[in-house]
């Protein structure tokens, strides 16, 4: 089973600048990676799928990279309302899905 | 318009049977490639998938809790029922419907989301 590791648990940043959040695939799961922002109480919101491309409605400031085992999601220009836990998930060979345990972006 | 929302008991003793239904509109699970899953997640912790049912009635489960857990559909109501057997305090948590593709633009991730409901499992 993959195991999907994000880096760092909890990230602080000031609004405005950019934010950096990585996710490590135990093997190969190629562009096969989501990632997903989730405010208190809400249901997680896709943000991005195919390593890379933006789900509908998602800012431009999102932006994600990487493939194979390393993927990166960078917020540019942070807003306040960016700030919430960052879940990535890969889906190359599914079921099962497996998500990584989360990266908290909070306001430095 | 795609919605999905849970509902089920937000109280539970330990060893009672969980039931949770998820009511969906806007899709229908018997549409080749659609498929529906649950994910829960305890109190500040991680998200971890439960269980997904397609729509040809395949179903796929936890390896840590497939022996739990049992998934079904009803298309004529558009609603997904999971239970799960002999709870214990540590499956509280907010448990999640969502709707996931295998085919199409992001096929293999989760597009539309219930809100969730709290579960708490305590004598």
């Known amino acids: 089973e993959i195991v999907m590791t994000q880096s760092p648990a909890t990230l602080s940043v000031s609004p405005g600048e950019v934010a950096t959040l990585s996710c490590r695939a135990s093997?190969?799961?190629?562009?096969?990676l989501a990632w997903y922002q989730q405010k208190p109480g809400q249901a997680p919101r896709l943000l991005i799928y195919?390593?890379?491309t933006r789900a509908t409605g998602i800012p431009a400031r999102f932006s994600g990279s990487g493939s194979g085992t390393e993927f990166t999601l960078t917020i540019s220009s942070l807003q306040s309302e960016d700030f919430a836990v960052y879940y990535c998930?890969?889906?190359?060979?599914?079921?099962?899905?497996?998500f990584g345990q989360g990266t908290k972006l909070e306001i430095k | 318009q795609v919605t999905l929302r849970e509902s089920g008991p937000a109280l539970v003793k330990p060893t009672q049977t969980l039931s949770l239904t998820c009511t969906f509109s806007?899709?229908?699970?018997?549409?080749?490639?659609?498929?529906v899953s649950w994910i829960r997640q305890p109190p500040g912790k991680a998200l971890e998938w439960l269980a997904l049912?397609?729509?040809?009635?395949?179903?796929y489960y936890s390896t840590s809790l497939k022996t739990r857990l049992t998934i079904s559909k009803d298309n004529s109501k558009n609603q997904v029922v999971l239970t799960m057997t002999n709870l214990d305090p540590v499956d509280t948590g907010t448990y999640y419907c969502?709707?996931?593709?295998?085919?199409?633009?992001?096929?293999?991730?989760?597009?539309?989301w219930g809100q969730g409901t709290l579960v708490t499992v305590s004598s």
């Open positions: 195919g390593a890379f």
């Open positions: 806007g899709f229908s699970l018997s549409t080749s490639g659609m498929c």
């Open positions: 969502a709707r996931i593709r295998t085919a199409g633009s992001h096929f293999g991730t989760f597009d539309y």
């Open positions: 093997q190969s799961v190629g562009s096969n």
């Open positions: 998930q890969q889906y190359n060979k599914w079921p099962p899905i497996i």
């Open positions: 049912i397609d729509w040809d009635d395949e179903k």
